[in-house]
Nanobody
Framework: QVQLVESGGGLVQARGSLRLSCAASGRTLSSYIVGWFRQAPGKEREFVAAISRSGISTYYADSVKGRFTISRDYANNTVYLQMSSLKPEDTAVYYC????????????????WGQGTQVTVSS
């Protein structure tokens, strides 16, 4: 079993940047596909980005492509989500999650989840 803890959220102005971290304990993150999801108030949780075990392949929702970057830090057993050019519509609780097998953007396929970190973008 793996435990995930997100951090790095906060309040930022539009066009600003934040870097979210997803730190793991219990197992190495390199064993899993790691995904970031977000949930805005009154909306369903949605896929944001994912990264392969090797870190070579990355996947993004169209809404964040070109603005967000997902990456791995194997030494620290952490996955990052660098968010730039933030917009008010990026406001949400951001979650990291892991899955075995192949990449998927479907949240139901992810096994372990963190508690989330709030990101608020002011206009």
């Amino acid at each position: 079993q793996v435990q995930l803890v997100e951090s790095g959220g906060g309040l930022v102005q539009a066009r600003g940047s934040l870097r979210l971290s997803c730190a793991a304990s219990g197992r190495t993150l390199s064993s899993y596909i790691v995904g970031w999801f977000r949930q805005a108030p009154g909306k369903e949780r949605e896929f944001v980005a994912a990264i392969s075990r090797s870190g070579i392949s990355t996947y993004y929702a169209d809404s964040v492509k070109g603005r967000f970057t997902i990456s791995r830090d194997y030494a620290n057993n952490t996955v990052y989500l660098q968010m730039s050019s933030l917009k008010p519509e990026d406001t949400a609780v951001y979650y990291c999650a892991v899955k075995n097998g192949l990449y998927s953007a479907s949240m139901v396929e992810y096994t372990y989840w963190g508690q989330g970190t709030q990101v608020t973008v002011s206009s």
